[in-house]
């Protein structure tokens, strides 16, 4: 089984610039997660998708941060414009979780940004 | 907001020793997970435990809950210097009795096993 695909692996922009990331999916995965995870912290939930629905946004920066699910499989996540603090890495995640039935989360290799 | 904390933040030990980790948590959860990073890559599950349960084993790893405390226990037996990375508990928290699957991360434990 093909695990969570991620590209690009590493990212160095100068700030005010914009990025872009994508994520393909476990195939089958309903549930789909992009964390930012800044370096010694945990990570931290940016959204969550259930097929191509928003479930969870809140710790979304929406003024400079955008993600979209098409079709309910691959996904991408835009900084625009990017801040310093926005150097992080970067993680997809899926699983197969359906209401009520928690399952694990399958994690990608992480984007590694940095703004300079 | 991360819902896990982690205790301690860093554990440093010799291979054979036994290592555990806590987690505590601050809402009614569906279940607890424990991950596993190794520096510079994504995170790997290890283990779930739902919240009717109390214990739960998988090879050298022991997970407990204790939902009235709010709180979890991670224990590796018998590490090994491929035990070395960081551990952290994520919770699956339940909004109105239900559970969306949104998991949350606490800060993490650095582990350090010494050969």
């Known amino acids: 089984e093909a695990g969570v695909a991620q590209s690009p692996r590493y990212k160095i922009i100068e700030k005010r610039q914009s990025v872009a990331f994508w994520c393909n999916p476990i195939?089958?995965?309903?549930?789909l997660y992009w964390y930012q995870q800044i370096l010694g912290q945990g990570p931290k939930l940016l959204i969550q998708?259930?097929?191509?629905?928003?479930?969870?946004d809140s710790q979304l920066p929406k003024d400079r941060f955008s993600a979209e699910r098409l079709k309910g499989v691959d996904s991408t996540l835009k900084i625009q414009p990017a801040k310093l603090e926005d150097s992080a890495v970067y993680l997809c995640?899926?699983?197969?979780?359906?209401?009520?039935?928690?399952?694990?989360?399958?994690f990608g290799q992480g984007t590694r940004l940095t703004v300079v | 907001s991360q819902q896990g904390e982690e205790d301690p933040q860093a554990l440093s030990i010799q291979e054979g020793e036994n290592a555990t980790m806590n987690c505590s948590y601050k809402?009614?959860?569906?279940?607890l997970q424990w991950y596993r990073q190794n520096s510079g890559r994504g995170l790997v599950h290890l283990i779930l435990?739902?919240?009717?349960?109390r214990e739960k084993h998988s090879g050298r790893l022991r997970v407990t809950l204790d939902t009235s405390k709010k709180s979890s226990s991670l224990l590796i037996t018998a590490s090994r210097a491929a035990d070395t990375a960081s551990y952290f508990c994520?919770?699956?928290?339940?909004?109105?009795?239900?559970?969306?699957?949104?998991?949350?991360f606490g800060q993490g434990t650095i582990l350090t096993v010494h050969p």
């Open positions: 994520a919770t699956d928290a339940t909004a109105g009795g239900t559970s969306y699957g949104k998991l949350t």
């Open positions: 995640a899926s699983s197969s979780f359906r209401a009520g039935i928690g399952v694990e989360a399958f």
């Open positions: 998708f259930q097929n191509n629905g928003v479930v969870d």
């Open positions: 195939s089958g995965h309903a549930t």
């Open positions: 435990i739902r919240s009717n349960e």
């Open positions: 809402t009614s959860i569906n279940n």
